[in-house]
C-alpha cells in the first residue's frame, strides 16, 4: 500500500525498516536495494516514523573482514593503509570490508595488512 498515494514506487513498511535498522544500511544502499532515491527512502521513513541515525552513525557500523572478526570502517582503514571515506566507497561500488584487506585493494601509506 503506497501511503503517500503520489510516490511511483511503493516500498513496505517492515522490508525498509528491517533494511535500515537490523541490517544497518543506510538510506543510499536502501535506495539501491529499493531502486530508488535516497530522497524517496527519507520520505517513506517519515511516513513510517523509522527515526533517521546520525550522519556520523555510520562510522560505527561493523562490517565483517572474514575469520568471524568485523571492524568498523575507520579499523578497515587505518589497517589498509586508506581513508575512511575510500573505505565507504569502495564498500558501496561492491568492494566489502574483508576485500579491502587483501593486497591488491591495500593503499600505498603501509602497505599490505600491517598489525599495530
Known sequence: MNPKGNMLIDIDREALRHAYEDEGLTQ???AYRFFCSQATIGN???IYGIKARE???????LYDVGGGRQMT???IAEIAGITTKTVYRRYSSGIRGRDLLEPQHA???R?????H
Not at 550522519?55 to 557500523?61: A, G, L, S, T, V
Not at 602497505?111 to 598489525?115: K, T, Y
Open 107 to 109: 593503499g600505498r601509506r
Open 55 to 61: 550522519p556520523n552513525d555510520r562510522r560505527h557500523r
Open 28 to 30: 543510499e544502499e536502501c
Open 73 to 75: 570502517a575507520p579499523q
Open 111 to 115: 602497505g599490505w595488512f600491517s598489525e
Open 44 to 46: 517513506y521513513m517519515k
